[in-house]
């Protein structure tokens, strides 16, 4: 057993692809189109023999010193294999990351626990859809019930199959109140594009009286919807556009494999919205490490 370092010239993307959506533990984060648009191709792996797993190593340089750090629009990385329980070859993984890389801070997946390392808890809400509505529907909370019932008393519609994305980020811009830069904004277009042209992810609109008031973005695999990005404007939260949203995709994707990732969160508000409708938690693990003194030092001082 050998794992190489590959700089980006060296990666093999069909040999790579073949690898993550072949994994036990496939997410889209990790199939090379995405990576190329969150990194701007600025990324390397660690890859065990000829593909038989594989770790992304997203990379950042900053005062001459190259580093491994978590992409934008990326909940987790990490080592991705064909058959679970690979505990020993996480830490080999881990192990195996280059000291010239001066820092490295990464979440890893669901699936990358190892006793051998120093990680992180992190926490992702997901519900499984692989029963019929009417048990899901039961671990609603009485809050959660009660503002789907206003939601449908207001007349609103769904639109599962927008492909305007234009619209969409403009949409987000108007109504997500923390700026983001202008790279999160052309990586996120450029996300949903390929996204929707390649049946890996969809834009989903709630509208009242024909005008937008909710929208989401959702990232699409075999067994898994990831619920990206949620907005809502001011009318939208008074009329339980979300609970309206969320509900109706719970509805579509029910008695199916499918996964309904919610992404997150470590925001106690949002992990309370998510829970509210049945999802535990899935966690994930985060790793840092330093393999520079004098970023060690500022840390300490810190």
Known sequence: MKIHYFTYQQIDKEKWDNCVLN??????????????????????????ND?????????????????????????????????????????????????????????????????????KLKTNLTLNLNTSFDKIQV????????????????????????????????YFKQNVPKPISRFHYIALSKIISHSISSDKGFIVLVKYKNIVVAAAFILRSEHRLIYRIGISNKTGKDLKAMFFLIEKLIKKYVNSTILFDFEGSELVGVSRFYKSFGASNTPYFYYKQ???????????RK
């Open 290 to 300: 330093y393999n520079s003194k004098l970023l060690q030092l500022i840390k300490k």
């Open 23 to 48: 994994s036990c533990n496939h997410l889209v984060y990790v199939e090379s189109w995405y990576l190329d648009i969150v990194t701007q191709k600025n990324w390397s792996a660690l890859i065990l």
């Open 139 to 170: 671990l609603f909370s009485d809050n959660t019930k009660r503002n789907i019932k206003k939601a449908f008393q207001n007349n609103l519609t769904i639109d599962f199959g927008s492909k305007d994305v234009e619209n969409f980020i403009q």
């Open 51 to 119: 593909y038989e797993a594989v770790m992304p190593l997203p990379l950042k340089s900053k005062f001459h010193l190259t580093y491994v750090q978590q992409p934008i629009w990326t909940q987790q990385l990490g080592v991705f294999f064909k058959t679970p329980n690979q505990n020993d070859l996480v830490a080999n993984f881990i192990h195996e990351i280059p000291k010239k890389l001066r820092l490295v801070s990464i979440n890893l997946n669901e699936y990358n626990f190892s006793e051998k390392i120093k990680l």
